[in-house]
């Protein structure tokens, strides 16, 4: 089947978190120390919440924030929760702040191709503010940010809707990504093509998937689809 659509991952996939194997920015967890709360408990409370996170059940990161708080039984004023807030957008917006040339040099290339370029991440309103005034954004054709659309990988209908909104069929389209929260596996499962992307990913964690085919630069990609 030809292939007429590339989807990509977002983080650890066209950005990185990290460098030189470290963080660019504080997690939230490190955040809230500031708060005096038990740390441990408020990150095991905050991944407890992750699906209803990226689904958009929470309007906001203040609400979750509340929401933790509130079960941990740790009342903090309106104001905190704002600085709270506004430490997590400037976090955000650092991955953004300096794409990797290869990463624009490979959707540059799949752009001359004629093929459509699709985005599906699992995120948080805050966590791509920096999207729109990113090069990243030029290059495609529809975005589908998870807290929208009120679905995130590995569900199934997030892959259909992707492929609806771009008109092609799950068998003429290509998904890359690092393999977080399983979408390599619900992609395949709706008969995409899927890439495991490792160029950003430390050997030690690239290695735990081992059932796709990994592209350990942007330019495997484009070599791939001339395979195609």
């Not at 509130?70 to 430490?87: A, C, F, N, P, Y």
């Not at 160029?199 to 495997?220: A, G, Q």
Request: charged share 25%; proline share 4%; net charge negative.
């Amino acid at each position: 089947m030809e292939v007429k659509a590339i989807y990509f991952d977002l983080f650890e996939t066209l950005i990185s978190e990290f460098e030189n194997g470290q963080r660019k920015a504080p997690r939230s967890t490190h955040m809230v120390e500031q708060l005096g709360v038990d740390t441990k408990i408020f990150d095991n409370e905050w991944k407890l919440r992750q699906e209803k996170r990226m689904d958009g059940s929470y309007s906001d990161f203040p609400s979750v924030i509340r929401d933790i708080f509130s079960k941990m039984g740790h009342e903090v004023h309106d104001d905190r929760i704002e600085t709270l807030h506004t430490q997590r957008k400037a976090s955000k917006l650092i991955p953004f702040n300096k794409i990797d040339l290869r990463i624009l040099s490979m959707l540059e290339q799949i752009k001359k191709l004629g093929l459509k370029i699709g985005l599906m991440s699992n995120c948080t309103p805050e966590e791509v503010i920096g999207w729109e005034s990113s090069p990243l954004a030029a290059y495609f054709d529809d975005t589908i940010f998870s807290y929208q659309v009120k679905l995130a990988k590995p569900n199934p209908l997030i892959y259909h809707l992707a492929c609806e909104r771009l008109g092609v069929s799950p068998s003429e389209s290509l998904f890359i990504g690092d393999g977080g929260s399983n979408e390599l596996e619900g992609a395949a499962k709706v008969g995409m093509s899927s890439y495991h992307a490792t160029w950003f990913l430390p050997t030690y964690i690239s290695e735990r998937i081992t059932n796709y085919t990994k592209l350990r630069e942007p330019s495997e990609l484009i070599e791939l689809v001339y395979q195609k």
